[in-house]
């Protein structure tokens, strides 16, 4: 090695090769420096803008998961609610429960006269603690002609005013709070009878135009049924075609053209498939629109070519070897495959399968295109039920002007993120199952 | 430095041979020596094999009898991996590879178009350059073949079969105690001989053997080669090896292959002491291969 690098050098009295290695190391060095120190740094970012968005989102949130309650002693006249004294169901849904929370409000204030200072009084409540009261009548009768302590959804307006939203140092004029209100609300602290509980409501209730009465149930439960349903739908698709374009397909211009096009469908932008989803299964085929099963078959034709192209590289990755052993023993095809090559690309399949649903489950714009952007109280109870779902729900709430609604949309975030969250632990887990070494 | 050079002019000179083997292999003259075998059961006659626009192998002829081992042998590229996974239609998975001739098992013509490889391959079973056991448990990975196949009716009938070929492959006493664990996890002796098992456990009447031994240690391949020869007894074997003292050890009738052509075949005894083609003498002689 020396004695060519000598004659090389024409017979100069020779620069031996292991200085020559030895000046390039400090260069060689640094420069593996600068590139794990740019590494790190750029991980850190990530991180740093991580933990920015969870806390925002968190210090945003997280009061929504508590909800102020009012209690009051709240007697259930039977003159009121039922007159009669038949104790029909009818007659109970329909009785005058505003009454009761009225005439409890007015017992608790009785200084309280004239019009203006009534209803401004009765304004402390939620519009939906009447219908609290008559969920309470409805489920036991016996109440009536009882008198019981009931805590009562408070308005948003108060709320806000407890969790500190609403600024009491700004002048009364540009508040939505009036003065007096303050007072009723203190005076009603004092008492004990005004606290913050566990806001079951955000998780039981639909929609709601009242920013206390709205949960995320309804959204929840589409989201759920989409999701299951775009799952059903496109995996055993996806691994199909995949299976059948890498493994059986014959190698020609009509399969590389379909390969184009798989690839080419991954970047299409998702509202087109909105589009298509409008024109082909509402209004061609008659899939109800609203609803979760039109929903997943949007979805489903968005994520497939995620599928697809995640499976078939999955499918590449399996050794020929291992198709060699079993086609060599005098396995069929199909067997070869079933039995040996498709459980060793399950863990790629399944990881490609994730991502397109984590994609799906924080879709908005298709969904937009057939109808599950509407206003839905009621929580879906199938999948041919009108439902929205999570991000289309966020996206509403963002877009209501109430001040309840900005901590309800970052609470709903949470939520969203958690479902991802565990969807992912989930494929992490059947990944761990079925991955096996070769 | 001197011996750099004396390297260079080596490889160099060896380059020169092999191109000027092309030009001879283009004016081949035919097979020298007895193709047949008394006792066939695999007779192949003017076997073609093209890759595409390749000719891989041309006019190639040779029988496999009963009982007995048949090497191959032959440099690089000579086309004796293609031929033997033409016996066993293995070569139906490469695409744009096209066989001509006629190749038939106990009279049988394995070509036929309506001929099923299933039952071919049940027949002709294969063991491959790389031990590629399933990623499954080492009793799995025998027992795979009977299963798809249905040749037991019970769980007694498969875990007699697994242990008589485990016992064939010489590996039961190895193995025994821990036949739920993952072939993957064995030596590479150990592994190749449960592909061995793997292949005899389906009781095919010939098996295939491509450089079983090339990923092995010495002491793993005299195992194997004793292995080969106590299956003799049963099987046919075809080999496919690059070393000829393998060839010689193992094997009674020796082909050898040079770029695509079937130059020679004799018994191995006479292949070895006295060849009778040029070609086959620079090879065995090592002067270049």
């Given at each position: 090695?020396?004695?060519?690098?000598?004659?090389?050098s024409?017979?100069?009295?020779?620069?031996?090769?292991?200085?020559?290695?030895?000046a390039?190391l400090?260069?060689?060095?640094?420069?593996?420096?600068?590139?794990?120190?740019?590494?790190?740094?750029?991980v850190?970012?990530?991180?740093?803008?991580?933990?920015?968005?969870?806390?925002?989102?968190?210090?945003?949130?997280?009061?929504?998961?508590?909800?102020?309650?009012?209690?009051?002693?709240?007697?259930?006249?039977?003159?009121?609610?039922?007159?009669?004294?038949?104790?029909?169901?009818?007659?109970?849904?329909?009785?005058?429960?505003?009454?009761?929370?009225?005439?409890?409000?007015?017992?608790?204030?009785?200084?309280?006269?004239?019009r203006?200072?009534?209803?401004?009084?009765?304004?402390?409540?939620?519009?939906?603690?009447?219908?609290?009261?008559?969920?309470?009548?409805?489920?036991?009768?016996?109440?009536?002609?009882?008198?019981?302590?009931?805590?009562?959804?408070?308005?948003?307006?108060?709320?806000?005013?407890?969790?500190?939203?609403?600024?009491?140092?700004?002048?009364?004029?540009?508040?939505?709070?009036?003065?007096?209100?303050?007072?009723w609300?203190?005076?009603?602290?004092?008492?004990?009878?005004?606290?913050?509980?566990?806001?079951?409501?955000?998780?039981?209730?639909?929609?709601?135009?009242?920013?206390?009465?709205?949960?995320?149930?309804?959204?929840?439960?589409?989201?759920?049924?989409?999701?299951?349903l775009?799952?059903?739908?496109?995996?055993?698709?996806?691994?199909?075609?995949?299976?059948?374009?890498?493994?059986?397909?014959?190698?020609?211009?009509?399969t590389?053209?379909?390969?184009?096009?798989?690839?080419?469908?991954?970047?299409?932008?998702?509202?087109?498939?909105?589009?298509?989803?409008?024109?082909?299964?509402?209004?061609?085929?008659?899939?109800?629109?609203?609803?979760?099963?039109?929903?997943?078959?949007?979805?489903?034709?968005?994520?497939?070519?995620?599928?697809?192209?995640?499976?078939?590289?999955?499918?590449?990755?399996?050794?020929?070897?291992?198709?060699?052993?079993?086609?060599?023993?005098?396995?069929?095809?199909?067997?070869?495959?079933?039995?040996?090559?498709?459980?060793?690309?399950?863990?790629?399949?399944?990881?490609?399968?994730?991502?397109?649903?984590?994609?799906?489950?924080?879709?908005?714009?298709?969904?937009?295109?057939?109808?599950?952007?509407a206003?839905?109280?009621?929580?879906?109870?199938?999948?041919?039920?009108?439902?929205?779902?999570?991000?289309?729900?966020?996206?509403?709430?963002?877009?209501?002007?109430?001040?309840?609604?900005?901590?309800?949309?970052?609470?709903?975030?949470?939520?969203?993120?958690?479902?991802?969250?565990?969807?992912?632990?989930?494929?992490?887990?059947?990944?761990?199952?079925?991955?096996?070494?070769? | 430095?001197?011996?750099?050079?004396?390297?260079?002019?080596?490889?160099?000179?060896?380059?020169?041979?092999?191109?000027?083997?092309?030009?001879?292999?283009?004016?081949?003259?035919?097979?020298?020596?007895?193709?047949?075998?008394?006792?066939?059961?695999?007779?192949?006659?003017?076997?073609?094999?093209?890759?595409g626009d390749?000719?891989a192998?041309?006019?190639?002829?040779?029988?496999?009898?009963?009982?007995?081992?048949?090497?191959?042998?032959?440099?690089?590229?000579?086309?004796?991996?293609?031929?033997?996974?033409?016996?066993?239609?293995?070569?139906?998975?490469?695409?744009?590879?096209?066989?001509?001739?006629?190749?038939?098992?106990?009279?049988?013509?394995?070509?036929?178009?309506?001929?099923?490889?299933?039952?071919?391959r049940?027949?002709?079973?294969?063991?491959?350059?790389?031990?590629?056991?399933?990623?499954?448990?080492?009793?799995?990975?025998?027992?795979?073949?009977?299963?798809?196949?249905?040749?037991?009716?019970?769980?007694a009938?498969?875990?007699?079969?697994?242990?008589?070929?485990?016992?064939?492959?010489?590996?039961?006493?190895?193995?025994?105690?821990?036949?739920?664990?993952?072939?993957?996890?064995?030596?590479?002796?150990?592994?190749?001989r449960?592909?061995?098992?793997?292949?005899?456990?389906?009781?095919?009447?010939?098996?295939?053997?491509?450089?079983?031994?090339?990923?092995?240690?010495?002491?793993?391949?005299?195992?194997?080669?004793?292995?080969?020869?106590?299956?003799?007894?049963?099987?046919?074997?075809?080999?496919?090896?690059?070393?000829?003292?393998?060839?010689?050890?193992?094997?009674?009738?020796?082909?050898?292959?040079?770029?695509?052509?079937?130059?020679?075949?004799?018994?191995?005894?006479?292949?070895?002491?006295?060849?009778?083609?040029?070609?086959?003498?620079?090879?065995?002689?090592?002067?270049?291969?």
């Amino acid at each position: 090695m020396n004695n060519q690098a000598s004659n090389a050098s024409g017979g100069a009295p020779a620069k031996r090769t292991i200085d020559i290695v030895n000046a390039s190391l400090k260069r060689r060095y640094a420069a593996e420096k600068r590139f794990r120190f740019l590494g790190v740094g750029a991980v850190i970012l990530g991180l740093l803008f991580v933990a920015i968005l969870f806390a925002d989102i968190i210090g945003k949130g997280y009061t929504a998961f508590e909800q102020t309650y009012i209690q009051l002693p709240i007697d259930f006249s039977p003159e009121v609610i039922d007159p009669v004294g038949s104790r029909e169901r009818d007659t109970l849904s329909r009785a005058n429960y505003q009454k009761l929370v009225r005439d409890a409000l007015k017992a608790q204030f009785p200084k309280v006269t004239g019009r203006g200072d009534t209803r401004e009084l009765y304004r402390l409540m939620s519009p939906g603690a009447p219908q609290q009261l008559r969920d309470m009548v409805m489920a036991d009768t016996g109440l009536i002609g009882t008198t019981a302590d009931v805590w009562l959804l408070a308005n948003d307006d108060i709320d806000m005013l407890v969790k500190g939203h609403i600024d009491r140092d700004v002048s009364e004029v540009g508040r939505r709070v009036k003065n007096q209100t303050i007072g009723w609300v203190d005076i009603l602290v004092e008492k004990g009878m005004l606290e913050k509980r566990f806001n079951t409501v955000f998780f039981t209730n639909g929609a709601s135009r009242e920013p206390e009465l709205a949960g995320i149930a309804g959204a929840l439960v589409g989201s759920v049924y989409t999701l299951l349903l775009t799952l059903l739908f496109s995996f055993p698709i996806a691994v199909g075609s995949a299976l059948y374009l890498e493994e059986f397909a014959p190698k020609n211009k009509w399969t590389d053209l379909i390969e184009v096009n798989i690839n080419n469908l991954a970047a299409v932008p998702s509202i087109v498939f909105g589009l298509l989803g409008l024109a082909v299964f509402i209004n061609f085929f008659g899939v109800p629109r609203s609803t979760p099963l039109v929903g997943a078959l949007v979805l489903t034709l968005m994520t497939l070519p995620t599928i697809i192209i995640a499976s078939r590289a999955a499918l590449k990755s399996v050794p020929p070897s291992i198709r060699e052993a079993a086609l060599g023993v005098g396995a069929s095809p199909l067997q070869t495959q079933f039995h040996h090559v498709l459980p060793l690309a399950m863990p790629g399949m399944l990881t490609g399968t994730i991502i397109g649903m984590a994609q799906a489950l924080g879709e908005t714009a298709p969904l937009l295109m057939i109808g599950m952007i509407a206003f839905i109280v009621d929580v879906p109870g199938g999948v041919t039920d009108p439902a929205t779902v999570l991000p289309v729900q966020i996206y509403l709430w963002a877009d209501s002007p109430e001040r309840g609604f900005v901590e309800r949309t970052s609470a709903a975030i949470m939520v969203l993120l958690a479902f991802l969250i565990v969807m992912n632990l989930t494929a992490v887990l059947l990944r761990k199952k079925f991955e096996r070494r070769w | 430095m001197s011996t750099t050079v004396e390297e260079v002019s080596q490889s160099q000179s060896a380059s020169a041979i092999t191109s000027a083997d092309l030009e001879k292999g283009r004016t081949f003259e035919g097979t020298i020596g007895d193709i047949t075998s008394p006792d066939a059961r695999m007779v192949c006659r003017d076997v073609d094999v093209y890759y595409g626009d390749k000719h891989a192998i041309r006019g190639v002829s040779l029988d496999i009898g009963k009982n007995e081992v048949v090497s191959m042998i032959g440099p690089s590229g000579c086309g004796k991996s293609t031929f033997l996974r033409c016996l066993n239609r293995m070569n139906d998975t490469i695409p744009g590879c096209r066989v001509t001739g006629n190749i038939s098992l106990d009279g049988v013509d394995i070509y036929h178009k309506k001929l099923d490889v299933v039952p071919l391959r049940a027949q002709v079973g294969m063991v491959f350059q790389k031990p590629n056991p399933f990623p499954k448990s080492i009793y799995e990975n025998v027992a795979y073949g009977p299963r798809i196949h249905g040749l037991t009716n019970n769980k007694a009938e498969l875990d007699e079969l697994v242990e008589t070929s485990l016992r064939k492959a010489g590996l039961w006493e190895e193995v025994k105690d821990r036949l739920d664990q993952p072939g993957t996890g064995l030596s590479g002796g150990q592994q190749q001989r449960v592909c061995i098992a793997r292949t005899i456990s389906v009781s095919p009447e010939v098996i295939l053997m491509d450089e079983p031994c090339s990923a092995l240690d010495p002491i793993a391949t005299a195992k194997i080669e004793e292995l080969i020869d106590e299956l003799r007894e049963n099987y046919s074997i075809a080999i496919v090896t690059h070393s000829m003292q393998q060839a010689a050890r193992v094997s009674q009738r020796t082909a050898y292959f040079h770029l695509g052509d079937l130059v020679e075949v004799g018994e191995t005894d006479q292949i070895f002491t006295n060849p009778s083609h040029k070609l086959t003498e620079d090879y065995i002689t090592g002067r270049f291969g």
